[in-house]
C-alpha cells in the first residue's frame, strides 16, 4: 500500500494486551474544541490518572511492549520538569498512548516543533505535488486543490492497522497544522494504493473537521479528499484533525509510507499487526519517488505485535517502512 493519514468498548488497561483497535473516536473525542490545548504534561498526567495506574505500573506495560523507561523520567515527563525529547523517547510516548487508551497523537502532538520560541516562522519549503504525487490531474478532480503553502505542518501521526490476513484494515491519522495565511478553510487528503482490482476505501473526518468532495482515479489508484476544519483560520492558527481510511479487503500488504509535500517537525507512524508477525522491518526516507532511499534501519516489532517509527525533523519527502512477510 502507498499512502499519505467502528467502534466496540477497549479492554482494561490493567491488562497488557493492546488496546481496542475500534474504539478511540467513540469516547468523547469527535466534538471537543480546538481552542484549549493543555499541555504535554497536564495530558500525560490526567491520562495517567485517569488510568489508575501507579508509575511502576506504567513501566510494567511499556515493558510489555517491549519499552524500557525510568520511572524518574516518566515522573519529569508527568510534571512537565522535562519532556521527551529524543526518537527513542518518542516511541516510548507513541506506546504511552496505547497503554493508557488514547488515540494516535494525543500525547506526542502536545510535544510540538523543538526550539521554536523566540522564533520568527520561516518560509515552508515546499516539494511540488506532482513529485509525490503524478497521477493528480486538477482537469479531472473537478475541484481545485488547496494551495500546499497555506498549512505548515506541526506534526503528523499516522495508525495502520494489519489484520490476520496482512491486510490493511484502518488508516487513522491525526495532523497538527499551523495556517500560514488568513482565511484557511480546509486541506487535502491523500491515498494511493498498488493494489488496482480493490475498491477504494472509505473515507471519514473525525475530530475538529468534516468531509468534503472526495475523488478517485481508478487508473492510477489514487483517492483525493477534502478535510475541512471546523472554522476558519487566521494566520498562526493552529487546529488539530483527525481523519480515517476504512479499507476493503484486498491482497497483502508489504508496507505504508507517508508523502509530505512539506516539513514535519514531529512524525510517529505505529503498525499494529494481526497474528502473522513479519520476519523483519525496515524504516526508510526518500527525496521523492525517483530517488533513492536512504536512513534505511532495522525496526523491531514489541511485544504487542506492532511496530513503531518516530521522527523529528521530517523534510519535505517520503517517510515509511516496508516489512518482509
Do not use: N
Not at 506504567?58 to 517491549?66: F, M, N, T, V
Not at 515527563?77 to 488515540?103: D, F
Not at 486543490?145 to 499516522?158: F, I
Not at 496482512?166 to 497538527?176: A, D, I, K, M, T
Amino acid at each position: 500500500m502507498i499512502s499519505l493519514a467502528g467502534v466496540p468498548e477497549p479492554p482494561k488497561v490493567r491488562s497488557y494486551p493492546p488496546v481496542s483497535d475500534e474504539r478511540r473516536w467513540s469516547g468523547g473525542y469527535r466534538r471537543t474544541t480546538v481552542d484549549v490545548v493543555p499541555s504535554f504534561a497536564d495530558a500525560l498526567d490526567a491520562a495517567i490518572s485517569g488510568a489508575g495506574l501507579t508509575l511502576d505500573r506504567l513501566r510494567e506495560h511499556l515493558a510489555a511492549r517491549g519499552v524500557t523507561v525510568s520511572r524518574s523520567a516518566l515522573a519529569y515527563w508527568r510534571t512537565g520538569r522535562s519532556l521527551p525529547g529524543r526518537e527513542t523517547s518518542l516511541h516510548a510516548v507513541v506506546e504511552l498512548e496505547q497503554v493508557l487508551g488514547l488515540g494516535a497523537g494525543r500525547l506526542t502532538s502536545l510535544l510540538g516543533p523543538q526550539d521554536r520560541q523566540g522564533s520568527r516562522p520561516q518560509r515552508t519549503p515546499l516539494l511540488e505535488r506532482r513529485r509525490l504525487w503524478p497521477s493528480v490531474r486538477p482537469s479531472s478532480l473537478e475541484f481545485d486543490l488547496p494551495p500546499e503553502d497555506q498549512v505548515r505542518l506541526r506534526s503528523v501521526h499516522d495508525e495502520l492497522l494489519v489484520d490476520d490476513d496482512r491486510q490493511e484494515r484502518l488508516l487513522r491519522v491525526r495532523v497538527v497544522a499551523e495556517a500560514a495565511v488568513d482565511g484557511v478553510v480546509r486541506m487535502a487528503a491523500y491515498y494511493q494504493t498498488e493494489d488496482r482490482a480493490r475498491q477504494p476505501p472509505r473515507f471519514a473526518a473525525g475530530h475538529c473537521c468534516r468531509a468534503g468532495r472526495t475523488r478517485v482515479d481508478a487508473v492510477s489508484g489514487l483517492l483525493i479528499a477534502e478535510l475541512f476544519f471546523d472554522r476558519e483560520l487566521r494566520a498562526g492558527e493552529v487546529a488539530a484533525v483527525e481523519y480515517e481510511f476504512v479499507f476493503p479487503y484486498g491482497r497483502p500488504v508489504q508496507g505504508y509510507h507517508r508523502r509530505l509535500t512539506r516539513p514535519a517537525p514531529l512524525y510517529t507512524c505505529r503498525v499494529q499487526f494481526g497474528s502473522d508477525i513479519p520476519e523483519s522491518v525496515r524504516r526508510f526516507e526518500q527525496r521523492d519517488l525517483a530517488a533513492p532511499r536512504r536512513k534505511v534501519e532495522e525496526l523491531r516489532a514489541a511485544g504487542s505485535g506492532a511496530v513503531t517509527l518516530a521522527a523529528r525533523d521530517v523534510g519535505a519527502g517520503i517517510i515509511g517502512v516496508e516489512w518482509t512477510w
